[in-house]
């Protein structure tokens, strides 16, 4: 069965770093697009940031754009967010997703908690 499993959450300072990272097992990792998308505190889902299937395009939030990278290591099957210059705001538990044959999110990940705070 598909599973998707997020690490590398943690408690940072504002403006430091964190690597974020999503283990896939049970599909064709190669053949799909991937997906970041976070949940505030009290808030609703905010897509993150996409990466194509063979890792050669990708496509950010605004709110994230020249902060984030997204990437992927298709020979580990494995995605990846690095996230600098965080921001008080970008707490969130952030989940990866599987992208779908209908672009669709059918699959996602039981989340990683990053709280960016002083």
């Known amino acids: 069965q598909v599973q998707l499993v997020e690490s590398g959450g943690g408690l940072v300072q504002p403006g430091g770093s964190l690597r974020l990272s999503c283990a896939a097992s049970?599909?064709?990792?190669?053949?799909?697009?991937m997906s970041w998308v976070r949940q505030a505190p009290g808030k609703g889902l905010e897509w993150v940031s996409n990466?194509?299937?063979?890792?050669?395009?990708?496509s950010y939030a605004d709110s994230v754009k020249g902060r984030f990278a997204i990437s992927r290591d298709n020979a580990k099957n494995t995605l990846y967010l690095q996230m600098n210059s965080l921001k008080p705001e970008d707490t969130a538990v952030y989940y990866c997703?599987?992208?779908?044959?209908?672009?669709?999110?059918?699959?996602w990940g039981q989340g990683t908690q990053v709280t960016v705070s002083s």
């Open positions: 997703a599987k992208v779908g044959a209908y672009s669709d999110y059918d699959y």
């Open positions: 049970g599909f064709t990792f190669s053949s799909y697009w």
């Open positions: 990466i194509q299937s063979g890792g050669g395009s990708a």
